[in-house]
């Protein structure tokens, strides 16, 4: 049985979003004590200390931060030749060297089964580039990014399950988003999938879940910094990760993934995307996202 749907309205556009449910009470401005008697939240401390507030966008005031309270994802890290991937990035970014010759493309599925905007899967392809202004050796930034578990990165397609995902993303942040059938199982395999525009298969992820590692809240962060344009200008978008249980496989045996043809597959063959460098499985994560912010680095170059 469907869940009945209402009408809510983002940045002049109409959406349908689940009656009840987080973007309809709240509207992205959540009463915290009431997510905190949501089961399904689990502990909700972490974002008591990150105040909302309303800040301007490119579609009028919104709430801001957005909250994901329960999230899951899978991430399998490529070597691919960097010739590829400049060809790929727009000036003026730089792919950051793995190796000689080549730099590094995420293929990444994730679920967020709570959060300020409804229940949704996506996927992500984004290729791994240098630190705006950074200078220097390629390979100290590279062991200094994987110390603080923090890199920056251009995302080339972002598909999403849900309209109000897509609106948001796209009217806000200007970001490449497109409606998709997209499915992430971590169980004792861990397998994901998307689906092309028209249903077909586009990608099929299976691989054996490794060994998971349960940590205390806010004991390990990480966080990811997307650049991209937006009206013209480059921005920057900073996504805080608070990771409860995880694992992380350098070289994993047994990964299969299918390529089918859809636009996933052909972005990933046409980056030169083949040799898994790791295989990143996070079973329980919350996670903050960002509204974008201006990057001078970038507009001076």
Known sequence: MERPVVDVEFGGQTVQVPAGGYYDRFRMNPDLDDVARDPAAGNIDFFRRIPKQI???RVGPVWAPNFYYRSSNVQ????????????MLPMPLE???????????????????????????????????????????QGLELLR???????????????????IARVRGVHGYQLPKWRAEIDLAIGAAVTARIAAAD???????????????????????????ALNLIDGRWHQTVVQWNMLSFAQTLFPKGVELMRAGGPMSQLLDGLGARKVL????????????NMPR?????DDI
């Open 278 to 289: 790791r295989l990143d499985v996070v079973k329980d994560a919350q996670l903050v996202l």
């Open 76 to 87: 399998l890290l490529f070597l691919a030749p960097l010739t590829r991937l400049r060809a």
């Open 294 to 298: 201006p990057v001078a680095a970038l």
């Open 95 to 137: 792919p950051l060297r793995a190796v000689p010759g080549y730099g590094l493309v995420a293929l990444t599925f994730y679920s967020y089964a709570v959060c300020d905007n409804d229940p949704y899967n996506e996927a992500s392809i984004a290729v791994i580039v240098r630190r705006p202004g950074a200078r220097g050796s």
């Open 199 to 225: 249903g077909t298969p586009d990608l099929a992820l299976g691989a054996p879940l490794p060994a998971l590692r349960d940590v205390a809240p806010q004991s390990h962060m990480a966080s990811n910094i």
């Open 55 to 57: 800040v301007p966008s």
């Open 145 to 163: 990014s994987m110390r603080r578990r923090s890199f920056h990165a251009h995302v080339l397609a972002l598909p999403v399950t849900t309209e």
